[in-house]
């Protein structure tokens, strides 16, 4: 579904993504965990091309979009190559990022009519089910101010929903919530896992990670250090830096009184 | 002392009110005209210094400085006196108009841009997220929220440009200030017919600059990350990219 291949992206001397590669099947849901400054983010926005890429290729259902061949030469598709791409992979912020001058339906539905030029009635009628399927039924008329953070977050997640994308990157989507706002949130993302949808997910979540992911990828530096599936990377993790990081986890968690059910047996065991 | 006192002379006024009033009417007009089209201009000004075509960007550009760089007067001359040496010759009020546009289009493209610029990036990856052109892009998401940035900023630019149009009488456009020149030249009235077209101009410019405050609090409704505005009256000469 999503293949990429030696994606290497560096913010001026700072190498962020060293050789990448990562594929995601089909229905696949795929957790990105690390510490912070491991390139999770820039990574999940390369694969859209936020981020201009370095070098690598990336391919969407085996067509290569957007490359530079090496040799200097670059070969570059055009916007609307790019554009057609973002239209099939949905992508939910840290920061919502919902339109403000738009009622939460009206958000759902712009990209639908002027994007993919669909009719306005069936547009419509496939937002408001994605409305009642976030919760929110109530609140189509509501403009983002209007909404708590995890309303936002899941008027977000119908928004890129509302494009039928073939999948979807979920970028520390409760990163910005209040504690007590992330349940609703992780709970429709559970929901579409269920469903089948293809996900990748960075998240700081052990949690929510352990119990949806297929796989989790664990990366560090820029690279991808470790990945298998849930219970071998929580409880049996081969990587030294794995290891520390669920430990540092673990002991913040311990410290917070929260739940550690995320690991049945501590990491380093 | 008779002289002092009949500085004072408001006597006459009943008799030079209503050509007073008339150069006011001028004056509102050119200003409107100007603004209207300034408003346009303004904007497709700010979008070629925005373009990726960096030769559009530039003749963009060097408009802007130039423009920004001389007084608005001698812009006016230039159209006025210059332009018909070489056969373009315009009415004054015609002349008034395109000085004047040419000369806010400058500044106001520089508002637009900075309203542009100001529209969050997050609001930019989202629309490109969604698979949205640029074109689409800046027509469904970011001008309609740099629309509300960049209204107060324009009301300022709007008050100013009604007393800069006073520039407009020394092209011989029959407006406000060049009709009471010509009424003082006759009576010698200075006093009281400067008086009275001080109070013309207050007596629109100030309700106009109460409108802007108004509407500056106005279009902060709504928005979760509004930074202070400027408060005040007129700003011609604000520092550029002071946008709200």
Partial sequence: MIRLEGINKSFGRLHVLRDVSLEIQKGEVVCLI???????STLLRCINHLEPLDSGTIYIEGTPVYRFTHGGRQVVDPDSKIEALRSEVGMVFQSFNLFPHFTALENLMVAPIHVRREPRNEVRRRALALMAKVGLSDKIDAYPHELSGGQQQRVAIARALAMQPKAMLFDEVTSALDPELIGEVLRVMRQLAAEGMTMLIVTHEMGFARDVADRIVFMADGVIMEEGTPQQMFSAPRNERTKQFLQTILE?????????????????? | MRDIFSL??????????????????ISIELTLCVMALSLVFGLVVALARMTRFRAVRAVATFYIEIIRGTPALLQLFYIYFVLPAFGVKFPPFTAGVIGLTVNYSAYLSEVYRAGIQAVAKG???????????????????????????????????????????????????????????????TNFQYFAIFTIIGAIYLAISYPGSLGVQYLERRMKIGYRPQRRAPIGGPTRGAPQGAVS
């Fill in chain 1, 34 to 40: 690390g510490p912070s400054g491991a390139g999770k």
């Fill in chain 2, 123 to 185: 609001q930019l990856e989202a629309a490109q997220a969604l698979g949205m052109s640029r074109s689409l892009m800046m027509r469904l998401i970011i001008l309609p929220q740099a629309i509300r940035i960049v209204v107060p900023p324009l009301g300022n630019y709007f008050i100013s440009l009604f007393k800069d149009s006073a520039l407009a009488s020394l092209i011989t456009v029959k407006e406000l200030i060049f009709t009471g020149q010509i009424i003082a030249a």
């Fill in chain 1, 252 to 269: 913040r968690n311990a410290e917070l009184g929260e739940d550690t059910t995320a690991f049945p047996a501590s990491p380093s065991a």
């Fill in chain 2, 8 to 25: 004072f002379n408001f006597s006459g006024a009943g008799e030079y009110l209503p050509d007073l009033l008339r150069g006011a009417v």
